[in-house]
């Protein structure tokens, strides 16, 4: 079983920034895909960014420029720093784990951006 702990989240402006972290519970972390996902109220979960365990990234259309996507190995975390944040980014931001064919998730953390 593996658990993941996300934190980072809060209330900030528009135009502010915020920094989410994801710990994984076990040290397969550096072998595994991992992914920041969002959902707001009433929508589907959407993929925000992921990384490979070779750390290539990708990032979705409305967060390109803006967001970045990291891991640290070493401290088994993976970050997300959001920057131009915009009220449309409003949302619970979930990490995934991807390993052994299976998907593990966080309990989300919530990021709300005022105008």
């Known amino acids: 079983q593996v658990h993941l702990v996300e934190s980072g989240g809060g209330l900030v402006q528009a135009g502010g920034s915020l920094r989410l972290s994801c710990e994984a519970s076990?040290?397969?972390?550096?072998?595994?895909?991992m992914g920041w996902f969002r959902q707001a109220p009433g929508k589907q979960r959407e993929l925000v960014a992921d990384?490979?365990?070779?750390?290539?990234?990708s990032y979705a259309d409305s967060v390109k420029g803006r967001f970045a996507i990291s891991r640290d190995n070493a401290k088994n975390t993976l970050y997300l720093q959001m920057n131009s944040l915009k009220p449309e980014d409003t949302a619970v931001y979930y990490c995934?784990?991807?390993?052994?064919?299976?998907?593990?998730w966080g309990q989300g953390t919530q990021v709300t951006v005022s105008s």
């Open positions: 990384i490979t365990s070779g750390r290539h990234t």
């Open positions: 995934k784990l991807t390993w052994g064919g299976l998907d593990y």
């Open positions: 076990r040290s397969i972390f550096s072998r595994s895909a």
